[in-house]
């Protein structure tokens, strides 16, 4: 007897919200399958219908997080924050996911992963795929922008998104002299 498609995506997806919710709370390898099936409400033979292992499960969430990521860069329009733009909308989106792989515990493999995704469209770095500056300048876009995101999620988003967005555009344009001349600025005012 085949089971409904929409009864194994609910337990398929009960399994990936469990090992999302363990994964922001402590690293992988204090995680269990046993863990992982009791929290999801089923039994570790059924996770073995899914997942080969523990490692198979991550490596599917972070292959369908870098496909909705690619998918929403193919849509975004350009602009120097266009990609923080998609990280904030994604984490409003994909909140359980994002905290689990870029949270405390998170693997830098699965941003790794990211920064060598050949479909992430950076149309902000409007190069030749063969210009020898791009990968450097890919690297510098992507780093600088995941690092500041993992900052900003980790002190409890103490930003409001409008400035967090501004404050990489503005380090983007001008580097940190722009941002300490604004601050001064503003604290003259």
């Known amino acids: 007897m085949h089971k409904q498609p929409e ?7 009960a399994f990936i919200d469990a090992f999302c919710l363990l994964y922001s709370q402590r690293p ?3 995680i269990t399958v046993q ?5 999801a409400g089923y039994n570790r ?4 219908q899914y997942f080969l292992d523990i490692d198979d499960l991550l490596n599917y969430i972070e292959d369908e997080m870098l496909d909705y990521i690619c998918k929403k860069r193919g849509e975004a329009g350009s602009g120097n924050n266009s990609f923080v733009n998609d990280l904030v909308e994604l984490y409003k989106t994909k909140t359980l996911y994002i ?20 479909k992430l469209n950076i149309p902000e770095l409007n190069l030749p795929d063969g210009h020898p500056l791009k990968p450097y300048l890919v690297e510098f876009h992507l780093s600088l922008s995941l690092s ?15 400035q967090f967005i501004g404050l ?18 503003r604290a003259e005012k």
Not at 7 to 13: G, L, N, R, S, V
Not at 35 to 39: N, Q
Not at 148 to 162: I, S, Y
Not at 170 to 184: A, F, K, V
């Open 7 to 13: 009864i194994t995506d609910k337990t398929k997806q």
């Open 45 to 48: 033979s059924t996770f073995y």
């Open 168 to 185: 990489i555009a503005d380090l983007y344009q001008g580097g940190l002299s722009s941002i300490e001349l604004t601050d001064t600025k």
């Open 99 to 118: 905290n689990a792989l870029m949270g405390e515990f998170g693997s830098s493999r699965f941003i790794e992963k990211l920064k060598t995704q050949p």
């Open 35 to 39: 863990e992982i099936a009791r929290k």
């Open 148 to 162: 500041l995101f993992k900052l900003w999620l980790r002190r409890g988003q103490d930003l409001p998104v409008a």
């Open 28 to 30: 992988i390898d204090k």
